[in-house]
């Protein structure tokens, strides 16, 4: 029984009554506000074939295609990285020595307050020419969720039982095998859910790329609203493409979770 | 548990859905608005350059191709189409033919998207070779770049719908005018014309069609860029025609590369006089009446 | 240093901007997260459906794309407020982060539910108390304390958010860096480094405020 249905009593049959009756109702005003905004859309011309009839076309869906590869590549690339830099700053903000701890923080604090876009600006621009777009997009991903990566791992190693701790030591691993090989992968399948979160926002942060000029797919889909004067169909079309991919990562994740949780390792 | 049921449902048929959209497309590229008409301009490919005292020449005809930095999201101008691997406009067709007074065939250029905060730092470090990407000659980028040209004298103007009643800056009181946040011409209008009200959008295909659906009256930049725009428009904008400044348009090359400059200048004086330059313009921008063709500044 | 001296007043406006569009967004995004949180609780299954749809939907979709909706759907319909086009445009500005924010403060809540006993809202059920009650009244007044810390990296990830605005008419930090950088592109790296600084005041400020918060409400379990 999860914790909604303990908030309020099994419905009895007035309760059904009013639940039909609030669903029929709120399913016309639904329907109605649809309604309403297609025919304002349409009546702004929105919905002549001509802003969309580009989508049924080979060659623009190769667009939107190669787009979407720049897209997951470049999620891919700042997940991996990110993951990486999660796990080392989660280190070094756990280390019980003040030198390492001390500059990992300010660095974490640096990188964690800034926003992904000014991050991405700043490689860009820095490294103007020297650095492709790819790599500007990467870093600015990797550097900002990176952080919020490495607190979350941190989160879920403090929030084990100190007994966890207490035991490798006592069976003599020392500090760094203690952490590798007890806590890190316990504190990582439980913080499992959050992680996956902070990749879809990796995800959809991605798509600032156009900006630096990295080919991504809202950089096709700023394209293809330029070349047929169609912007607001064209990033309708983009919006169910992320949608529907950040719901694939969701789906996955949850199997993931889920398959964990049936692994034997589990410490109860 | 039941919503990743839900999800997956939704997905796969999403996903089905994207897929028969696919496979009962329609092949090919559809037809968006482009002015040109008749077949692209061709230039005459140098064969016999020797410009051993230039460094960017040298380094270029040793790697057997030139890089060039163009704006990939100006119609007209500098535009990467959807779906296209090279891009087109004016700019274009001027790189295209540099190059080949530099001794380039069209296949030997490598064209390289610059936006306009890159650009200084892209010559200097030696990323491009050279910029045509609406580069207005000016003094603070005098003193870091070289410029050869300029090639065409834009000026600040304004794009309306063709049945708009602003003829000049000075019908902008209490108007919406809208451009890209933070650039030049978005500055002189908050400077010079307050009392307009201006809006900002990171590109300006956004302002573009906040034109067309009557959120602003007016679009303001460099009448080149318009033009490109009501060029795409099929006759629903226009642009106004009465400049409020001056932007001349300059190639860019590497600081103290004389040698380069002048055959630059050489070949773009060439270009103008044979009636190419005319040409080249009614191919990407429209018609050229009433336009003047600029001498180059051989500073 | 004179491209930032010399540009100060801009840059001040750009704080100032992004500050007042956080804040409103913030509280906005509070009220329409907690609404949406009680939606997803509440005993009548197709608010819990329009809620769950809503949620999933809207934290799935890039925040640039929100706006964009926000600022180029919205006048389709009619539907803009204000006088100016600066006000329309905040308004639509505000509008789009509070609907994105929302998402991620109802979920941080919905977990923050979660973490209440089962006994209480049993308890509060046996004595008569009815849904909005026992949420009121139960539920959310102990929710909300382990509700803090997600909240405030919800809300800090919001202002870093404003950011994204700058496309859409907006004057805040950004935007106005992007307009020093206009004037001088020849100390991009300097300006690059000013804004960093105001950014991280204000993520940094407002972390220390909810480190004070969350004390304050953890003395009073």
Do not use: H
């Amino acid at each position: 029984m999860s914790a909604s249905q303990v908030l309020f009593d099994a419905p009895g049959p007035k309760a059904r009554r009013n639940n039909v009756i609030i669903s029929i109702v709120a399913v016309l005003l639904l329907l109605g506000a649809i309604a309403w905004i297609v025919f304002k859309f349409a009546e702004a011309g929105q919905f002549e074939a001509s802003k969309w009839s580009p989508f049924s076309y080979t060659d623009i869906q190769g667009v939107l295609l190669k787009g979407l590869g720049s897209t997951l590549l470049a999620a891919a690339l700042g997940t991996v990285f990110a993951m990486l830099i999660g796990v080392i700053f989660a280190v070094g903000r756990l280390s019980t020595k003040r030198w390492i701890s001390l500059p990992t923080t300010i660095v974490l604090e640096f990188f964690r307050g800034l926003p992904v876009l000014l991050l991405m600006f700043g490689v860009y621009y820095l490294g103007s020419g020297k650095v492709s777009p790819l790599v500007a997009v990467v870093t600015g991903l990797a550097l900002y969720n990176g952080m919020v990566i490495a607190e979350i791992i941190r989160a879920g190693v403090l929030a084990l039982p100190k007994g966890q701790g207490e035991a490798a030591t006592a069976v003599g691993l020392t500090r760094g095998q203690t952490l590798r090989t007890i806590l890190l992968p316990q504190a990582f399948r439980s913080m499992l859910p959050t992680i996956i979160a902070q990749v879809v926002v990796l995800l959809k942060d991605s798509a600032l790329g156009y900006l630096v000029t990295y080919q991504e797919l809202l950089y096709a889909i700023n394209n293809i609203g330029r070349d047929y004067q169609n912007l607001l169909p064209a990033f309708i079309v983009g919006a169910a493409i992320f949608i529907l991919i950040n719901l694939l990562v969701a789906a996955f994740a949850k199997w993931l979770e889920r398959r964990l949780s049936r692994s034997p390792k589990k410490i109860k | 548990m039941r919503f990743t049921k839900k999800a997956g449902v939704f997905g796969a048929t999403a996903l089905a859905a994207a897929l028969a959209l696919t496979a009962c497309g329609q092949s090919g590229s559809p037809n968006g608005g482009n002015a040109s008409a008749g077949p692209s301009p061709e230039y005459k490919v140098a064969s016999d350059v020797k410009l051993d005292s230039s460094p960017t020449w040298t380094k270029a005809n040793k790697a057997g191709k030139l890089v060039i930095g163009v704006k990939f999201d100006q119609p007209g101008l500098g535009n990467k189409k959807a779906g296209a691997d090279k891009p087109e406009g004016f700019d274009i067709e001027i790189a295209k033919s540099v190059a080949a007074g530099l001794g380039f065939k069209p296949e030997q250029i490598e064209f390289k998207e610059t936006v306009s905060k890159n650009r200084e730092p892209f010559l200097q470090n030696g990323t491009v070779d050279l910029v045509v990407a609406t580069y207005t000659i000016n003094d603070a980028r005098k003193k870091v770049v070289d410029f050869a040209g300029p090639y065409y004298i834009a000026g600040q103007d304004l794009l309306v719908k063709k049945d708009s009643t602003i003829t000049g800056p000075d019908d902008l009181k209490g108007k919406k005018v809208c451009s890209v946040d933070g650039s030049t011409p978005a500055q002189r209008i908050t400077e010079k014309y307050p009392d307009a009200q201006l809006v900002t959008y990171d590109t300006y295909s956004k302002c573009v069609d906040n034109l067309n659906s009557g959120s602003v009256d007016a679009v303001t930049t460099d009448d080149a860029i318009l033009r490109g725009y009501a060029a795409q428009s099929s006759g629903a904008l226009k642009v106004v025609g009465k400049p409020f400044s001056q932007e001349p348009y300059g190639i860019g090359l590497a600081k103290g590369d004389t040698a380069l400059r002048t055959a630059i200048n050489d070949s773009l004086e060439k270009l103008e006089s044979d009636g190419t330059w005319k040409k080249a313009f009614e191919y990407t921008l429209g018609s050229s009446e009433g336009i003047t063709i600029p001498k180059p500044d051989r500073y | 240093m004179d491209a930032i001296t010399s540009n100060l007043g801009l840059f001040a406006s750009g704080f100032w901007g992004t500050i007042v569009l956080s804040f409103f967004t913030m509280v906005g995004s509070l009220i329409f997260g907690t609404v949406l949180a009680a939606m997803r609780v509440s005993p009548t299954p197709v608010l819990r459906a329009a809620a769950t749809t809503y949620v999933n939907v809207v934290r799935n979709t890039p925040l640039t794309l929100v706006l964009f909706f926000c600022a180029f759907g919205l006048p389709y319909l009619q539907i803009s407020f204000g006088n100016t086009t600066d006000q329309v445009s905040f308004n639509y500005a505000v509008l789009a982060l509070t609907a994105y924010t929302s998402c991620f403060v109802c979920e941080a809540i919905r977990s923050g539910i979660a973490t209440v006993p089962l006994g209480q809202a049993e308890a509060a059920r046996s004595i008569g108390l009815t849904f909005t009650q026992s949420l009121r009244f139960i539920i959310l007044p102990q929710g909300i304390r382990t509700v803090v810390p997600p909240l405030a990296s919800v809300i800090i990830a919001m202002v870093k958010n404003t950011s994204i605005a700058s496309g859409f008419n907006n004057k805040e930090l950004i935007s106005a860096m992007n307009g020093v950088i206009e004037l001088r592109g020849d100390q991009v790296p300097l300006i690059l480094a000013g804004t960093a600084i105001a950014y991280l005041i204000l993520s940094i400020g407002l972390g220390q405020i909810f480190g004070l918060i969350e004390r304050k409400v953890r003395i009073a379990r």
